[in-house]
Protein backbone atom coordinates (compact mmCIF):
# COMPACT_ATOMS: atom_id res chain seq x y z
CA UNK A 1 0.00 0.00 0.00
CA UNK A 2 1.24 3.53 -1.04
CA UNK A 3 1.74 5.32 2.69
CA UNK A 4 0.99 8.62 0.42
CA UNK A 5 -2.00 8.04 -0.61
CA UNK A 6 -4.72 9.68 1.92
CA UNK A 7 -6.40 6.90 3.85
CA UNK A 8 -9.87 6.13 4.68
CA UNK A 9 -10.89 8.08 2.28
CA UNK A 10 -14.56 6.20 2.84
CA UNK A 11 -15.37 7.85 6.15
CA UNK A 12 -14.80 11.92 4.78
CA UNK A 13 -18.71 11.71 3.46
CA UNK A 14 -19.66 10.74 7.03
CA UNK A 15 -21.44 13.74 8.88
CA UNK A 16 -18.98 15.19 11.11
CA UNK A 17 -15.48 13.13 9.62
CA UNK A 18 -12.61 14.96 10.15
CA UNK A 19 -10.18 12.95 7.85
CA UNK A 20 -6.20 13.68 7.48
CA UNK A 21 -3.08 11.91 6.01
CA UNK A 22 -2.91 9.50 8.97
CA UNK A 23 -6.47 8.28 8.97
CA UNK A 24 -9.91 9.31 10.63
CA UNK A 25 -8.84 11.70 13.61
CA UNK A 26 -12.59 12.23 15.48
CA UNK A 27 -16.31 12.67 13.80
CA UNK A 28 -16.51 16.20 15.84
CA UNK A 29 -17.19 14.42 19.25
CA UNK A 30 -13.99 12.83 20.10
CA UNK A 31 -15.15 12.79 23.90
CA UNK A 32 -18.37 11.28 23.18
CA UNK A 33 -16.58 8.95 21.00
CA UNK A 34 -14.35 7.78 23.78
CA UNK A 35 -17.02 6.85 25.92
CA UNK A 36 -19.10 5.18 22.98
CA UNK A 37 -15.62 3.27 22.35
CA UNK A 38 -14.66 2.13 25.50
CA UNK A 39 -18.48 1.03 26.11
CA UNK A 40 -18.39 -1.36 22.98
CA UNK A 41 -21.11 0.89 20.82
CA UNK A 42 -18.36 2.10 18.52
CA UNK A 43 -15.73 0.77 16.48
CA UNK A 44 -12.75 2.57 15.21
CA UNK A 45 -10.84 2.39 11.54
CA UNK A 46 -7.69 2.54 11.99
CA UNK A 47 -5.96 3.62 8.85
CA UNK A 48 -2.75 4.12 10.95
CA UNK A 49 -2.01 0.30 11.44
CA UNK A 50 -1.25 -2.34 8.56
CA UNK A 51 -1.12 -5.82 8.07
CA UNK A 52 2.04 -8.08 7.19
CA UNK A 53 1.60 -11.52 6.48
CA UNK A 54 4.38 -14.06 7.02
CA UNK A 55 3.55 -17.61 5.51
CA UNK A 56 5.84 -20.77 5.23
CA UNK A 57 6.28 -23.87 7.48
CA UNK A 58 9.04 -22.28 9.33
CA UNK A 59 7.29 -18.59 10.18
CA UNK A 60 6.78 -19.73 14.13
CA UNK A 61 9.91 -21.16 14.79
CA UNK A 62 11.85 -18.08 12.92
CA UNK A 63 9.76 -15.35 14.36
CA UNK A 64 11.06 -17.04 18.10
CA UNK A 65 14.45 -16.99 16.69
CA UNK A 66 14.85 -13.49 15.93
CA UNK A 67 11.96 -11.70 18.31
CA UNK A 68 11.84 -10.72 22.25
CA UNK A 69 8.50 -13.10 22.19
CA UNK A 70 8.63 -16.90 22.58
CA UNK A 71 6.31 -18.04 19.42
CA UNK A 72 7.60 -21.33 18.59
CA UNK A 73 4.50 -23.09 20.33
CA UNK A 74 2.10 -20.30 19.28
CA UNK A 75 -1.40 -21.79 19.13
CA UNK A 76 -3.83 -20.47 16.02
CA UNK A 77 -6.28 -17.90 17.47
CA UNK A 78 -3.76 -16.93 20.27
CA UNK A 79 -2.76 -13.41 20.49
CA UNK A 80 0.52 -12.10 22.01
CA UNK A 81 3.39 -9.27 20.41
CA UNK A 82 7.22 -9.22 19.97
CA UNK A 83 9.63 -6.79 19.71
CA UNK A 84 12.60 -6.34 17.70
CA UNK A 85 15.60 -5.05 19.19
CA UNK A 86 19.08 -4.15 17.72
CA UNK A 87 22.36 -5.36 19.83
CA UNK A 88 21.85 -3.25 22.20
CA UNK A 89 18.39 -3.79 23.28
CA UNK A 90 16.96 -0.97 22.22
CA UNK A 91 13.25 -1.46 20.44
CA UNK A 92 13.39 -1.34 16.44
CA UNK A 93 9.85 -2.59 15.85
CA UNK A 94 7.30 -3.87 17.10
CA UNK A 95 4.14 -5.69 16.01
CA UNK A 96 0.69 -7.68 17.31
CA UNK A 97 0.66 -11.12 16.71
CA UNK A 98 -2.15 -13.76 15.97
CA UNK A 99 -1.43 -16.85 13.81
CA UNK A 100 -4.36 -19.05 12.50
CA UNK A 101 -2.71 -22.20 11.76
CA UNK A 102 -1.11 -21.55 8.36
CA UNK A 103 -0.05 -17.79 8.54
CA UNK A 104 1.44 -15.44 11.36
CA UNK A 105 -0.40 -12.10 10.83
CA UNK A 106 1.57 -9.25 12.29
CA UNK A 107 -0.53 -5.71 13.26
CA UNK A 108 1.85 -3.29 12.97
CA UNK A 109 2.26 0.88 12.92
CA UNK A 110 1.71 2.33 9.69
CA UNK A 111 5.06 4.04 10.20
CA UNK A 112 7.22 0.68 11.03
CA UNK A 113 5.46 -1.61 8.81
CA UNK A 114 7.94 -0.81 5.93
CA UNK A 115 10.60 -0.74 7.36
CA UNK A 116 9.97 -3.94 9.68
CA UNK A 117 8.77 -5.89 6.23
CA UNK A 118 12.96 -4.83 4.81
CA UNK A 119 14.06 -6.28 7.79
CA UNK A 120 12.22 -9.62 8.08
CA UNK A 121 12.80 -10.05 4.45
CA UNK A 122 16.58 -9.73 4.73
CA UNK A 123 16.61 -12.25 7.77
CA UNK A 124 15.02 -15.38 5.83
CA UNK A 125 18.26 -16.90 4.66
CA UNK A 126 17.06 -20.23 3.63
CA UNK A 127 14.30 -20.62 5.92
CA UNK A 128 10.78 -21.92 4.29
CA UNK A 129 9.07 -17.78 5.44
CA UNK A 130 7.64 -15.31 3.30
CA UNK A 131 6.55 -12.46 4.81
CA UNK A 132 4.47 -9.83 2.74
CA UNK A 133 2.44 -6.72 3.25
CA UNK A 134 -1.23 -7.69 3.04
CA UNK A 135 -2.09 -3.90 3.77
CA UNK A 136 -4.00 -3.47 0.16
CA UNK A 137 -6.23 -6.61 0.99
CA UNK A 138 -7.08 -5.66 4.35
CA UNK A 139 -7.87 -2.93 6.89
CA UNK A 140 -7.67 -2.74 10.81
CA UNK A 141 -10.59 -1.74 13.10
CA UNK A 142 -10.52 -1.56 16.60
CA UNK A 143 -12.76 -1.74 19.60
CA UNK A 144 -13.97 -3.65 22.00
CA UNK A 145 -13.68 -7.36 21.66
CA UNK A 146 -17.66 -7.86 21.46
CA UNK A 147 -17.40 -4.70 18.99
CA UNK A 148 -14.55 -5.84 17.17
CA UNK A 149 -16.50 -9.95 16.72
CA UNK A 150 -19.55 -7.90 15.47
CA UNK A 151 -16.99 -7.04 12.49
CA UNK A 152 -16.30 -9.25 9.42
CA UNK A 153 -12.64 -10.00 10.04
CA UNK A 154 -11.27 -12.31 7.82
CA UNK A 155 -10.74 -15.74 8.31
CA UNK A 156 -8.43 -17.34 5.39
CA UNK A 157 -7.37 -20.47 7.39
CA UNK A 158 -10.56 -20.70 9.41
CA UNK A 159 -9.61 -18.79 12.10
CA UNK A 160 -11.37 -15.72 12.42
CA UNK A 161 -8.13 -12.86 12.46
CA UNK A 162 -9.23 -10.78 15.88
CA UNK A 163 -6.44 -9.66 17.70
CA UNK A 164 -7.07 -9.24 21.44
CA UNK A 165 -4.95 -6.51 23.56
CA UNK A 166 -2.91 -8.79 26.53
CA UNK A 167 -2.37 -5.85 28.10
CA UNK A 168 -2.14 -4.86 30.83
CA UNK A 169 -2.02 -8.52 32.12
CA UNK A 170 2.26 -10.10 32.82
CA UNK A 171 2.01 -12.58 29.32
CA UNK A 172 4.01 -16.26 30.74
CA UNK A 173 7.60 -15.07 30.74
CA UNK A 174 6.99 -11.47 31.18
CA UNK A 175 7.26 -8.78 34.16
CA UNK A 176 5.30 -6.23 34.97
CA UNK A 177 7.47 -3.41 36.85
CA UNK A 178 4.44 -0.92 37.67
CA UNK A 179 3.31 -1.45 41.16
CA UNK A 180 -0.24 0.42 41.24
CA UNK A 181 -2.98 -1.49 42.23
CA UNK A 182 -5.40 -1.71 40.56
CA UNK A 183 -3.38 -1.33 37.01
CA UNK A 184 -5.13 1.79 35.32
CA UNK A 185 -5.64 -0.31 32.70
CA UNK A 186 -6.88 -3.59 34.70
CA UNK A 187 -10.64 -2.90 32.87
CA UNK A 188 -8.82 -2.25 28.88
CA UNK A 189 -11.13 -4.05 26.42
CA UNK A 190 -9.68 -3.93 23.21
CA UNK A 191 -9.15 -5.94 20.10
CA UNK A 192 -8.30 -5.08 16.56
CA UNK A 193 -9.97 -6.98 13.90
CA UNK A 194 -8.64 -7.74 9.92
CA UNK A 195 -11.20 -6.74 7.73
CA UNK A 196 -11.26 -6.91 3.69
CA UNK A 197 -10.38 -3.22 2.81
CA UNK A 198 -13.35 -3.16 0.50
CA UNK A 199 -15.47 -3.52 4.06
CA UNK A 200 -14.49 -0.11 4.62
CA UNK A 201 -16.60 1.77 2.31
CA UNK A 202 -19.92 -0.41 3.34
CA UNK A 203 -18.92 0.33 7.30
CA UNK A 204 -19.04 4.14 6.27
CA UNK A 205 -22.43 3.63 4.32
CA UNK A 206 -23.73 2.51 7.66
CA UNK A 207 -22.41 5.06 9.38
CA UNK A 208 -24.34 7.54 6.85
CA UNK A 209 -27.29 5.36 7.32
CA UNK A 210 -27.49 5.76 11.30
CA UNK A 211 -26.73 2.23 11.49
CA UNK A 212 -22.98 2.03 12.88
CA UNK A 213 -21.36 4.10 15.58
CA UNK A 214 -18.09 5.10 14.82
CA UNK A 215 -15.00 6.72 16.86
CA UNK A 216 -11.56 8.42 15.33
CA UNK A 217 -8.19 7.64 15.97
CA UNK A 218 -8.29 10.25 18.83
CA UNK A 219 -10.58 8.39 20.93
CA UNK A 220 -8.67 5.34 20.73
CA UNK A 221 -5.17 7.04 21.66
CA UNK A 222 -7.16 8.39 24.30
CA UNK A 223 -8.09 5.39 25.71
CA UNK A 224 -4.62 4.07 25.30
CA UNK A 225 -2.91 6.41 27.24
CA UNK A 226 -5.26 6.28 29.94
CA UNK A 227 -4.30 2.56 30.48
CA UNK A 228 -0.90 3.20 30.42
CA UNK A 229 -0.05 1.41 27.30
CA UNK A 230 3.26 1.62 25.18
CA UNK A 231 3.00 2.18 21.51
CA UNK A 232 5.71 2.01 19.24
CA UNK A 233 5.20 5.12 16.74
CA UNK A 234 4.46 7.13 19.84
CA UNK A 235 6.84 6.52 23.08
CA UNK A 236 9.64 4.48 21.36
CA UNK A 237 12.39 6.56 20.49
CA UNK A 238 16.16 5.37 19.41
CA UNK A 239 17.76 4.94 22.76
CA UNK A 240 14.24 2.88 24.27
CA UNK A 241 14.75 -0.39 25.58
CA UNK A 242 11.50 -2.59 27.02
CA UNK A 243 12.36 -2.19 30.51
CA UNK A 244 11.55 1.71 30.38
CA UNK A 245 8.02 1.26 28.83
CA UNK A 246 7.04 -1.46 31.09
CA UNK A 247 6.60 -3.32 27.94
CA UNK A 248 8.07 -6.49 29.80
CA UNK A 249 4.73 -7.39 30.36
CA UNK A 250 3.52 -8.41 27.28
CA UNK A 251 6.31 -8.21 24.77
CA UNK A 252 9.13 -9.79 25.94
CA UNK A 253 9.53 -13.61 27.18
CA UNK A 254 12.51 -13.98 29.84
CA UNK A 255 12.99 -17.26 29.98
CA UNK A 256 13.28 -18.24 25.66
CA UNK A 257 16.20 -19.06 23.79
CA UNK A 258 18.78 -16.15 22.01
CA UNK A 259 17.28 -13.63 20.11
CA UNK A 260 19.31 -10.17 19.39
CA UNK A 261 19.28 -8.23 22.49
CA UNK A 262 18.75 -10.42 24.94
CA UNK A 263 21.97 -10.02 26.63
CA UNK A 264 21.17 -6.78 27.43
CA UNK A 265 17.77 -7.50 28.53
CA UNK A 266 18.72 -9.74 30.82
CA UNK A 267 21.63 -7.88 32.45
CA UNK A 268 19.54 -4.51 33.07
CA UNK A 269 16.37 -6.80 34.28
CA UNK A 270 18.83 -8.98 36.69
CA UNK A 271 21.35 -6.59 37.51
CA UNK A 272 20.98 -3.04 36.73
CA UNK A 273 18.05 -0.58 36.28
CA UNK A 274 16.70 1.29 33.06
CA UNK A 275 18.16 4.63 32.96
CA UNK A 276 14.50 6.40 31.69
CA UNK A 277 10.92 5.61 32.95
CA UNK A 278 7.82 5.61 31.62
CA UNK A 279 5.37 8.11 34.02
CA UNK A 280 1.72 9.13 33.54
CA UNK A 281 1.27 13.20 33.78
CA UNK A 282 -2.02 14.72 34.90
CA UNK A 283 -2.03 17.82 33.06
CA UNK A 284 -3.35 21.27 34.01
CA UNK A 285 -6.47 21.38 32.61
CA UNK A 286 -6.76 25.20 33.03
CA UNK A 287 -4.92 26.25 29.24
CA UNK A 288 -6.36 26.32 26.19
CA UNK A 289 -3.95 23.93 24.29
CA UNK A 290 -2.50 20.29 24.78
CA UNK A 291 1.18 20.15 24.85
CA UNK A 292 2.83 18.75 21.93
CA UNK A 293 4.42 15.31 21.54
CA UNK A 294 7.91 15.93 22.20
CA UNK A 295 7.78 18.80 24.48
CA UNK A 296 10.51 18.47 27.41
CA UNK A 297 9.35 17.75 30.81
CA UNK A 298 11.05 19.89 33.49
CA UNK A 299 11.97 20.35 37.20
CA UNK A 300 12.92 23.63 37.48
CA UNK A 301 15.20 24.38 35.68
CA UNK A 302 16.38 20.98 34.53
CA UNK A 303 14.89 19.25 31.76
CA UNK A 304 14.40 15.67 32.84
CA UNK A 305 12.31 13.83 29.75
CA UNK A 306 9.98 14.27 27.23
CA UNK A 307 6.17 14.05 26.67
CA UNK A 308 5.65 11.36 24.16
CA UNK A 309 1.67 10.65 23.85
CA UNK A 310 -1.25 13.31 24.74
CA UNK A 311 -4.75 13.07 24.95
CA UNK A 312 -8.13 14.87 26.50
CA UNK A 313 -9.82 12.17 28.15
CA UNK A 314 -13.17 11.75 29.08
CA UNK A 315 -13.35 11.25 32.42
CA UNK A 316 -9.66 11.98 33.38
CA UNK A 317 -9.38 15.64 31.39
CA UNK A 318 -5.78 16.04 29.88
CA UNK A 319 -3.30 13.38 30.04
CA UNK A 320 0.32 12.07 28.91
CA UNK A 321 2.60 9.64 28.76
CA UNK A 322 6.23 10.96 29.30
CA UNK A 323 9.97 9.27 29.70
CA UNK A 324 12.34 11.06 32.39
CA UNK A 325 15.27 10.27 33.71
CA UNK A 326 15.28 7.63 35.98
CA UNK A 327 17.00 10.09 39.09
CA UNK A 328 13.58 12.01 38.51
CA UNK A 329 12.28 11.88 42.14
CA UNK A 330 8.95 10.38 42.30
CA UNK A 331 7.12 12.92 44.45
CA UNK A 332 8.84 15.89 41.72
CA UNK A 333 6.50 18.56 40.41
CA UNK A 334 7.01 18.38 37.07
CA UNK A 335 6.70 20.82 34.37
CA UNK A 336 5.74 20.54 30.67
CA UNK A 337 6.36 23.10 28.06
CA UNK A 338 3.58 24.78 25.96
CA UNK A 339 2.61 26.87 23.40
CA UNK A 340 1.26 29.47 26.04
CA UNK A 341 4.12 28.76 28.65
CA UNK A 342 4.89 25.79 31.34
CA UNK A 343 1.90 23.56 32.11
CA UNK A 344 2.11 22.07 35.32
CA UNK A 345 1.85 17.83 35.60
CA UNK A 346 1.06 15.43 38.64
CA UNK A 347 3.24 13.03 37.86
CA UNK A 348 2.41 8.51 38.48
CA UNK A 349 4.65 6.55 38.64
CA UNK A 350 4.55 3.38 35.91
CA UNK A 351 7.92 2.28 35.65
CA UNK A 352 9.91 2.84 39.55
CA UNK A 353 13.38 4.07 39.87
CA UNK A 354 14.40 0.56 41.22
CA UNK A 355 13.03 -1.40 38.99
CA UNK A 356 15.31 -4.19 37.56
CA UNK A 357 18.19 -5.73 39.56
CA UNK A 358 15.68 -8.54 40.15
CA UNK A 359 18.49 -11.18 40.58
CA UNK A 360 18.54 -10.82 44.34
CA UNK A 361 15.01 -10.39 45.09
CA UNK A 362 12.05 -12.66 46.09
CA UNK A 363 9.95 -13.40 43.30
CA UNK A 364 6.14 -12.67 44.08
CA UNK A 365 3.14 -14.04 42.71
CA UNK A 366 1.62 -11.94 39.61
CA UNK A 367 -1.16 -11.92 38.19
CA UNK A 368 -1.05 -13.82 34.94
CA UNK A 369 -2.38 -12.74 31.55
CA UNK A 370 -6.34 -12.10 31.10
CA UNK A 371 -7.73 -14.77 28.97
CA UNK A 372 -10.91 -14.18 26.63
CA UNK A 373 -13.79 -16.94 25.75
Same mark, same amino acid.
Given at each position: ????????????????????????????????????????????????????????????????????????????????????????????????????????????????????????????????????????????????????????????????????????????????? #? *????????? +? &?? !? %? /????? $????????? #? *????????? +? &?? !? %? /????? $???????????????????????? /????????????????????????????? /??????????????????????????????????????????????????????????????????????????????????????????????
Amino acid at each position: MDATTAPDAEFARVPGAVVDETGLRHLGNPLGEQRALAAGTAVAPLADRRVLAVSGEDRLSWLDSVASQALARLQPGVSTELLILDPQGRIEHAASVVDDGETTWLLVDDSDADPLLAWLLRMRFRLRVQPRDASDEYAVVGGTAAAAASLPAVSPAGVPLVWHDPWPGVSVGGWGY #A *VTAPHPGID +R &DW !A %E /AVVPR $AQLAELADA #A *VRGERMLAG +R &DA !A %E /ALRIA $AWRPRRSADVDERAIPHELDWMRT /AVHLEKGCYRGQETVAKVHNLGHPPRRLV /ALQLDGSGSELPKQGAEVRVGDDVVGAVTSVALHFEEGPIALAVVKRTTPVDAQLLVDGADGPIAAAQEVIVPPEAGATANVPRLPRLGRRTRA
